[in-house]
């Protein structure tokens, strides 16, 4: 089966930085992808990783470590519109497995 | 507008009637998917389609779900003799591909309501 942890829940303040962990063990790997999800919204795409390594796209980043089954999503920056619920999602052949979602709340 | 269309956006409907709940993808996108997501959850697969060949169909959580695709445009899910636990938000998704082209675009979702 697929298994992909995140945190739940994550508060943190403007302009601060945030660090979401994924942790996966999937029955395949072809690539790991983070999405963000509005309140009432579909998710969007933010990042891929499909290499070890760090990412970086403007304010966000994603780390990949295959051999550890270990990504992080990283908000720098924060905005009070980056309060959002962050997915997960390992690409395994066709299909993704999703993770549960971070909330991610930001304070004034 | 080129993104993944849905409809209805939302459906309220009695326990054991049987809806169909409708995604159209992007134009040129060979796979399309369906997820279910509860209130407060992940998202949950329920079933694949890629271009001709067979769907995957290993996410449908019971013999009530079922889905179509006419060739490689639009999408029917339907849910015969609904329970009030089918209640959710059906989001569909299409892609290019698979690896990068695998990233899914998804449409805004059908809130289902089951009374």
């Known amino acids: 089966g697929q298994n992909i942890d995140q945190p739940t829940e994550m508060t943190a303040t403007e302009g601060a930085i945030v660090q979401i962990n994924c942790t996966y063990q999937?029955?395949?790997?072809?690539?790991l992808f983070w999405y963000q999800q509005h309140a009432g919204e579909a998710p969007t795409f933010l990042s891929y990783?499909?290499?070890?390594g760090l990412e970086e796209k403007g304010r966000f980043s994603s780390f990949l470590s295959r051999s550890k089954g270990y990504s992080y999503l990283l908000l720098k920056e924060l905005q009070m519109k980056d309060s959002a619920s962050y997915l997960c999602?390992?690409?395994?052949?066709?299909?993704?497995?999703f993770g549960a979602g971070t909330t991610v709340t930001v304070r004034a | 507008g080129a993104g993944v269309s849905q409809s209805p956006s939302n459906k309220v409907t009695e326990k054991g009637k049987d809806v169909e709940l409708r995604c159209d993808p992007i134009?040129?996108?060979?796979?399309l998917y369906w997820y279910r997501q509860r209130l407060g959850q992940g998202l949950e697969f329920l079933i694949y389609?890629?271009?001709?060949?067979?769907?995957?169909k290993s996410g449908l959580p019971s013999d009530r779900f079922s889905a179509e695709r006419t060739g490689e445009s639009v999408s029917t899910l339907t849910i015969q003799r609904t329970q009030q636990e089918d209640s959710a938000v059906y989001l569909c998704?299409?892609?290019?591909?698979?690896?990068?082209?695998?990233?899914?675009?998804f449409g805004p979702g059908t809130r289902l309501t089951v009374l």
């Open positions: 134009s040129g996108h060979t796979a």
């Open positions: 999602a390992v690409d395994n052949d066709y299909k993704l497995s």
């Open positions: 990783n499909v290499l070890d």
């Open positions: 389609f890629q271009g001709n060949s067979a769907p995957d």
């Open positions: 998704a299409s892609s290019l591909g698979s690896g990068r082209l695998n990233e899914q675009f």
């Open positions: 999937t029955s395949g790997f072809n690539g």
